[in-house]
């Protein structure tokens, strides 16, 4: 195999880790971006909103993996999807966080498990599908993440009486 078919396969198999960052939080920043013209210092965003750097950082990764914020520098902007989103009624909103979802590939990778499985897949093998891609990262916070955003999506939905993940 030549070294462009091999990083072309480990491309396709690449699950990107999610940040720690609540689907509230992520829309938190952008409201906050969009009062401020649509763009401020990242440590700017860290002293007006009272959180950690590291926290402010973690919400901007999750936003910046939605194409809805990019970060030049020191600088978090509302990227034009972004800008799109905060102006967006709350059906639309959904609607748009739902396909920025499903051009990443854990997202695909679930929602594909769930079809696989009859429309339903327990919490216990999405984790364990997550520790075999994902072996670094912490399996259950990235569940808890990657439901949380599901459902601000409309993607999944989560049965607590089953312990299961479906399609919404």
Not at 27 to 51: I, K, N, P, R, W
Not at 143 to 165: C, K, M, N, P, Q
């Amino acid at each position: 195999m030549s070294g462009t078919a091999a990083s072309t396969a480990v491309a396709r198999d690449l699950v990107e880790p999610l940040p720690e960052a609540r689907a509230g939080d992520i829309l938190g920043l952008v409201e906050y971006l969009d009062t401020q013209g649509g763009g401020c210092d990242l440590f700017q965003v860290s002293d007006d909103t009272h959180a950690t750097f590291v926290g402010v950082l973690t919400k901007v990764k999750g936003a910046e993996m939605l194409d809805l914020v990019d970060t030049p520098q020191r600088l978090a902007r509302l990227t034009p999807t972004g800008q799109r989103f905060v102006r967006a009624d709350a059906d639309e909103r959904k609607r748009m966080w739902k396909a920025q979802l499903l051009k990443l590939s854990l997202f695909k990778v679930v929602r594909e498990l769930i079809e696989l499985r009859g429309g339903e897949v327990r919490r216990e093998d999405v984790v364990h599908e997550i520790r075999q891609r994902l072996p670094r990262e912490e399996a259950d916070v990235t569940f808890d993440i990657l439901v949380d955003w599901g459902r601000f999506g409309e993607l999944f939905a989560y049965r607590e009486d089953t312990d299961s993940l479906t399609v919404a």
